[in-house]
Every structure is written in C-alpha cells, then in structure tokens.
C-alpha cells in the first residue's frame, strides 16, 4: 500500500476484554513505532522496532500491553484485560532508516474505546 | 513530565496574515525537532524538522525556527491559507534515542 495501514479504525470492548490491534508499515521501512494518544494530549511513545527486533518497550505503560513484529513488517500490539484508562487512539508509524530524525509516516490510528 | 509543551491549545488566524505557533522543551538532550500537522480522523504528517546545530529553517510558507538556550522553538506559516487549519504537533528526539515527545498540540484555524 502506499501508506500506513491500521486496523480496525475504531473498537469497542467490554472492560477484561483483550484486544489486537494490526498495523501495516510501509513496504520496506525498517523502523516502526506504536503510540497512544489520549484524548487532548499529543501521542506518547510505547514502543520502536527495528525490523522483527523489540529494541525499545519503555514507553509501554503495564505488562498488559504486549507488542510484536515477528517477520519485520506487520506489527500487532495487545492489550490484555483492557480497562477503562486503555481508551485511547492508538498511532503505529514506520520510516525506512533506524532513526527518528527521518520522517516517519504515521497511520491514522485505532481509535479504542473501553466500556 | 511533560518534557514538550505546546501552551497554546488553539489559534485563531485571518487568511494571508501570519501564524506563530509556538513549543518549549525542557530536556537538554534534544538535538532534533520536528512538526506535524493532524486533520480530523488522520494520522499525524510530517511538515518540517531542524537540527540544533541550525536556528532556522525553510520550506515555502513554512519556516521553523530554534532557540537553544531559550529551549524554544516556533513555526511561523506565512501566508497562512484556510488549508492550513489543523493542529499542530510539536516533537522533539535526539540522535541516539527512538523516543520522539510530542506536545499537546495547538489547533489552528485560519479564517477566510
């Protein structure tokens, strides 16, 4: 594709509920990141891949959130037992070179909502 | 802590006059800025970046401009165009780390 690919746009779950969320980077760029948003505020960092390697979590804010990216393109990031403070749009950006002082594209996000 | 911060939450423009929009950041270690511009239901887009070893930077309507010891930075947008509204993302990494901040944002509106 050409750009940044997210999914689902927008989901709904029951408090306890577990959650995948799908991201789809641009064919090719080696770096990829996951971001949340709350409502308000600009995105804070969760977690970077570098190809398949996790080289950075610390942004991720309990063991409830897992990420992975096993073959070094399609990434999924997990919530586990989701609670109400989860809520929040979920950004995944890529850019072709390991650094962020390249541009990096972003998605247009998982919007989350927990009920 | 909030290591980037956007004061403004919102700004209010006519068209063809100039828009400031303005982020300080406290960590010292930042040696990289960029900007982005959300629309509605959309991800964030990269506008312009500059270095610290630069106090400013152009692109078309579009200048960045840097002020180290200040720890402050501004985008300047002039002409500003009603296509212009949107808000605006403040970020600031540095070369040896994968963890961009972001301010809050500022919301600009330019009025036709």
């Known amino acids: 594709g050409a750009g940044v690919s997210q999914s689902p746009r927008y989901k709904v779950a029951k408090r306890g509920q577990d959650v995948a969320l799908r991201c789809d980077p641009i064919s090719g760029h080696v770096s990829l990141f996951w971001y949340q948003q709350a409502l308000g505020q600009g995105p804070e960092f969760l977690t970077y891949?570098?190809?398949?390697?996790?080289?950075?979590k610390s942004g991720l804010p309990s063991d409830r959130f897992f990420a992975e990216r096993p073959e070094g393109s399609v990434s999924t990031l997990k919530i586990q037992r989701t609670q109400q403070e989860d809520s929040a749009v979920y950004l995944c950006?890529?850019?072709?070179?390991?650094?962020?002082?390249?541009?990096?594209?972003f998605g247009q996000g998982t919007r989350l909502t927990v009920v | 802590d909030q290591q980037v911060k956007q004061n403004s939450p919102s700004l209010s423009v006519q068209e063809g006059r100039i828009s400031i929009l303005n982020c300080d950041y406290t960590n010292s270690m930042f040696d990289y800025f960029l900007w982005y511009k959300k629309y509605p239901a959309e991800g964030p887009t990269f506008l312009i970046s500059i270095s610290s070893i630069k106090d400013k930077n152009e692109d078309g309507r579009f200048t960045v401009f840097l002020n180290k010891s200040a720890k402050h930075l501004s985008l300047h947008i002039v002409p500003s165009q009603p296509g212009d509204s949107a808000v605006y993302f403040c970020a600031a990494t540095s070369y040896n780390n994968n963890d961009m901040r972001f301010g809050a944002g500022t919301r600009l509106t330019v009025k036709p």
């Open positions: 891949f570098q190809n398949e390697a996790q080289l950075d």
């Open positions: 950006a890529s850019s072709w070179r390991d650094s962020l002082t390249t541009e990096a594209f």
